[in-house]
């Protein structure tokens, strides 16, 4: 019998994803994970499907309609840790046909549709917990008799006009610790250390 340690990560939910950001929503995770001593990777597909009520309503989309769905799957030291898809209505899927790459895109999503006049301004995050999916246990690795619950982090980005996308995050509740910060956030990481 092995035992494979678990390894907590704390996500900042401060710092990933940020409108502002000049980074990638990757390299964020990637220097997070490596910050706390482990080895981060990715994997990415891409799939179109019908947008579910919930995120039509968030989105101001048609329930039913078309959207491209962005999955990455984000492994530490070779474990499944999360499960992010972004989900992108199909009136800015024909604005910005590279939504539907199968691959990462290297200035991340965000940084992407600035570039194309699509600057997102502004996120919700909403969290809540819940007992994962058969497909969310089997991609995260979570036995069945374990018990164990997934937090859904599901985010919603504005332009200044309008929704423009959902991000919806899962991850094993005991793999992950949601860190959040208000005010001058480089003076709690300075002296959090």
């Known amino acids: 019998m092995f035992v494979r340690e678990q390894v907590m990560i704390e996500a900042y939910a401060w710092r990933d994803d940020q409108p502002m950001s000049t980074t990638s929503e990757a390299d964020l995770f990637f220097r997070t994970v490596r910050e706390q001593g482990h080895e981060p990777s990715q994997e990415f597909s891409t799939r179109v499907e019908p947008m579910p009520a919930d995120y039509a309503a968030l989105l101001h989309v048609d329930v039913g309609s078309t959207a491209a769905v962005r999955r990455c799957l984000r492994l530490v030291d070779g474990v499944p840790h999360s499960i992010q898809d972004s989900w992108y209505p199909q009136w800015l899927c024909e604005k910005v046909p590279q939504l539907f790459s199968p691959h990462n895109i290297a200035q991340g999503t965000t940084k992407l549709l600035r570039e194309r006049g699509y600057h997102q301004v502004a996120a919700l995050t909403t969290t809540s917990a819940r007992m994962p999916t058969p497909v969310e246990a089997v991609?995260?690795?979570?036995?069945?008799?374990?018990?164990?619950?997934?937090?859904?982090?599901?985010?919603?980005?504005?332009?200044?006009?309008?929704?423009?996308?959902?991000?919806?995050?899962?991850?094993?509740?005991d793999k992950v610790r949601l860190i959040s910060a208000h005010g001058d956030i480089e003076t709690i990481a300075r002296l959090r250390r």
């Open 139 to 173: 991609l995260l690795q979570i036995p069945v008799v374990a018990g164990t619950p997934v937090l859904h982090n599901v985010l919603t980005g504005y332009t200044a006009d309008r929704p423009l996308r959902i991000s919806a995050a899962v991850f094993a509740a």
